[in-house]
């Protein structure tokens, strides 16, 4: 819901015209907040204790709340065409089913090859998530001043093409140092699926309608990371009985 809601919040208050930078920029700093507060976590674990933990999350989205409450709110105007739930639906369940497919693959490799993988070699696997988000990040910043029309499918492609490379070398890795470009090449072509086809689900409807719109769209993200969690619980549950 802070995702989503801070994805339309933005959209609705800069406009159209910033949308791509939107998109780019809110995914970048979900990401860093990720890596940051993985690194954060353990620190606060090693020098407190286990409740710190617990603790620090409550605080910080009380911090959020303060900067929220302190950004001044504009009121909108109701939108004159009402459109509904289905109509917005038939409109991106297209580019949504993409998303849905290639957050598979990321899934995958957070919940089933990395850990997996990292088992072999590691006791813990953060060097790997750090290449993960490090890709991510690197893409992003790159990219988020680009105009919002420049790639598109063209760079789709690519997008899925690096992060279908980086699943097959995370497949065939035979080491630690193996595992690292596998994550970070499917960092760097998951980064963009999102803002790429998140601007193609916005041109197919009104701008008074994008907050509706990104919400539709992001749910096919979440629905894919719901369905790879169990699966992977059986997966690993079965790879560790035999």
């Keep these: 819901m802070v995702l989503v809601g801070s994805l339309t919040w933005a959209l609705t208050t800069l406009g159209s015209a910033l949308s ?5 920029l809110q995914g970048g700093a979900m990401h860093l907040g990720l ?9 606060i674990e090693s020098a407190f204790d286990l409740i710190a933990v617990p603790l620090s999350i409550l605080t910080v989205p ?18 004159l065409k009402k459109i509904t739930a289905l109509e917005i639906l038939s409109r991106i369940w297209r580019p949504g089913l993409v998303l849905a497919l290639a957050t598979t693959l990321l899934a995958s490799t957070v919940f089933l090859l990395v850990p997996v993988k990292a088992a072999e070699y590691w006791r813990m696997p953060w060097s790997a998530f750090g290449a993960l988000v490090l890709g991510n990040l690197c893409a992003r910043i790159s990219t988020w001043h ?3 029309r420049r790639g598109g499918g063209s ?33 760097l072509g998951y980064s963009l699926i999102f803002p790429i086809l998140g601007m193609a689900v916005l041109r197919r409807l009104a701008p008074d309608s994008h907050d509706r719109t990104i919400g539709g769209y992001s749910a096919f993200q ?21």
Excluded at 65 to 73: A, D
């Design 146 to 148: 680009w105009p919002g």
């Design 35 to 43: 890596i940051l507060g993985a690194l954060v976590g353990i620190r």
């Design 222 to 242: 979440d629905l894919a990371i719901g369905i790879v969690l169990p699966a992977t619980a059986v997966a690993l549950a079965s790879l560790t009985a035999s």
């Design 20 to 24: 791509w930078r939107v998109l780019v």
């Design 155 to 187: 760079l789709l492609v690519i997008s899925l093409g690096i992060e279908a490379c980086g699943q097959a070398s995370l497949l065939t890795a035979t080491g630690p140092v193996a595992q690292l470009p596998g994550t970070f090449l499917t960092g």
């Design 62 to 79: 009380l911090v959020a709340m303060l900067l929220v409450s302190r950004i001044e709110k504009e009121d909108r105007p109701p939108s």
